[in-house]
Every structure is written in structure tokens, then in C-alpha cells.
């Protein structure tokens, strides 16, 4: 069994390229602003199964550059399904809650309506859609809030800022399930495992980790996990500035999941110790990781693919800070967008 995954620097795509049978290609092989490039992959390698890790995740650089991020997380993964779907390969395709509109606390289920209220969601459900109009044994898997240790995410905005702040403002009506990448990576191989001998299992399904907590009470138990002295104080989503709009509700339910393919939600504080440790190294305090990032840019073309990229998406690309989904995590006496 040979799966590709594509998205081999992200969170999800990291913990997947672990696995002996995963063969993971980043952007210098497999670049989404070229779709067709992606289907050419896929038909030269032949591959058991397809898991499309790679998504452009800049929740707010979506609002500015929506055609970019159409192209990535929409066209890219149609060209990808077209071209399993052409030689019967099981293809998953990730996406997110942002799909939904956040109304209500009834965790959403994978037939309810889409309704995205920010761009990045209507590129995630657009995705979502081309994917199912191509067809073939594809799945398409819901997740939400995914945390790794190395990654630029929730938890490391929160240890970062926990680092020069006494006090940090988080949002306390945006409640959701954490899913740790490494539980989520087992859940797409089982998934994909499953799909080459019954692809009718083909559909939409939701997988994240629980107990459901809203982002402040999340951002309690990391602090409390990394021994920080910090307090965290709750605050409205509508008091926090940022450029898109967020779900409150992003509660997923995870039913289907379960009885197909016999996967539990993961509960996320089972790994959040190992991951907070992981973390807590790599911060150093001064606003920054370790290497200085604050997530990596979608730049120029890089080795391996050919064409000119748009000059309009260019700057959009060099905003397009990729990483989880945002959120705002504020210290007093300062006001910082964080994912
Ligand atoms: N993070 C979350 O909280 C969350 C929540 C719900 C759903 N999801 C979904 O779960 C999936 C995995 O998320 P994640 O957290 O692992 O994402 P991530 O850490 O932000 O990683 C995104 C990946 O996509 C790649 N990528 C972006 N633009 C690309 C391009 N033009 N060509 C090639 N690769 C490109 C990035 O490569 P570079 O490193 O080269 O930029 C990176 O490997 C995505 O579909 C996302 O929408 C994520």
C-alpha cells in the first residue's frame, strides 16, 4: 500500500508523512495554485489512495485573497478527485467546520446545510462540493481545531503569549473539539484503509477530539498543563477585531464516524501534556518560535513546477501565513491576531 498525501509541512500532513506507507510532497513537488500539476502527480505514481492534507488555513488572509485561496482549496481538490476518480483511487479530502455558520449549540451533522460566514468556508465548502460533483470513492472528512507540537497553532499563540503577559484575553463563545493532528493522521489511514475494499462508504464525515470546550477554558487547560502562571480572561467574539467572521458553534458530531468506521473521538487532553512540553521548548518567549516564524508564506514558485503565478495573487500569497484556523488570543496591552 502506497498512499500519497499532499501538504507535507502542515500539522496534519506531518503526522500523516510518519507513517511507513505515506508518501508526502510538499510544494516544490505538488503545488495547489496549479491544479492540473496535482492531477499529473496522481497519475504518475499510482498511488493505493490520496489524502489531500494541504489547504491554504489563513482564516483572515482569505478575506483579502479569495481567489488564491478558491484556487487551493476548491480547484485544487476538484483536479485531485477528477483524477482518482478517473482511475478508481480512494481519495479523502479534509475539511473543516468552518463550513458551517456557527448558529446554535447542536453539534453539526455531516448532512446539515453548509452556511460558511468567512471566505476561507466558502473556498473549504466549495472544495466540498467539487469533490462530491466529481465523484468516485472519495471522502470527505470534517474536522476542526487541529493542534500539533511544531506547529504554528492555538497553543503555541497562547504559551507564546503566556510567556510576556500576565493577564490574556481569549474568546469564551467559540466552543469546539480540539483534535490532536496525530489522532486525526490514524483516523484519515483507517479511513483510506477501509475505502479500497468498500468504497461505498464513500461520503461526509466528522472527526474531532472531545470533550467539547469553548477556546478560553481550552487556553485554561493548556496553561495550567504548561505550569504558566497567566490568567486568562474571557471575552466575546464580537469584542475581538479581526477580518473574518467565526463560527461560535463548532461542535461536530461525530456519530457517523463512529459507527462506520468504528473511530472515537479522541480526547484531547490525553496528549495535550506531551504536546504542551513540545511546545513550551520551542517558544522562546519573545514573540516568536524558535526559528523566528510566524508560519511559513506562500512565496514563489519553487523547484519542480513550471508557470508564471498570477502578479495580483502574488502579494496574497506572501499574507497567506498558513496554520490553523484563527483565533484571538489578546494580551492586555496588546492586540494580536493569532491562530
Ligand atoms: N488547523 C485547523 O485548526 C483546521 C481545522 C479544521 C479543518 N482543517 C483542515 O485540515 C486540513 C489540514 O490542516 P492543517 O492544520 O494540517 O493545515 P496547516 O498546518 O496550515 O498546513 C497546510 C498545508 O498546506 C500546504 N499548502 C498551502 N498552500 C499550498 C500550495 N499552494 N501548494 C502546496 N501546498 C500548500 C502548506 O504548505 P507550506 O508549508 O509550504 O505552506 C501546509 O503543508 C486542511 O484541509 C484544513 O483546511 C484544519
Known sequence: MRILVFGQTGQLGSA????????AVGRTVADLRFPQSCAEIITALQPTAVINAAAFTAVDAAEDTSDLARVVNAEAPRA???ACAGQSIPFLQLSTDYVFDGTGDRPWRPDDSVAPINHYGVTKAAGEAAVREVGGCAVILRTSWVFASGAQNFMTNVLRQAATQSRLSVVDDQVGGPTPAESLAEACLTIVARLIDAPELAGTYHYSGGPDVSRSDWAREILRVAGASAQIQGVRTDAVASRAHRPLNSRLDCTRTEQVFSLQRPDWR??????????ARQVDGKGGTKDG???????????????EMPSELQQAARNNAHGADTVAVTGVGSRERSR
Do not use: Y
Not at 500523516?16 to 508518501?23: D, I
Not at 516564524?293 to 513550471?306: A, K, L
Open 80 to 82: 485531485m478527485a477528477e
Open 293 to 307: 516564524t510566524e508560519g511559513g508564506t506562500e512565496g514563489g514558485v519553487e523547484g519542480g513546477i513550471q508557470g
Open 16 to 23: 500523516l508523512a510518519r507513517h511507513p506507507n505515506v508518501f
Open 270 to 279: 490525553a496528549t495535550l501534556a506531551e504536546d504542551v512540553a513540545g511546545l
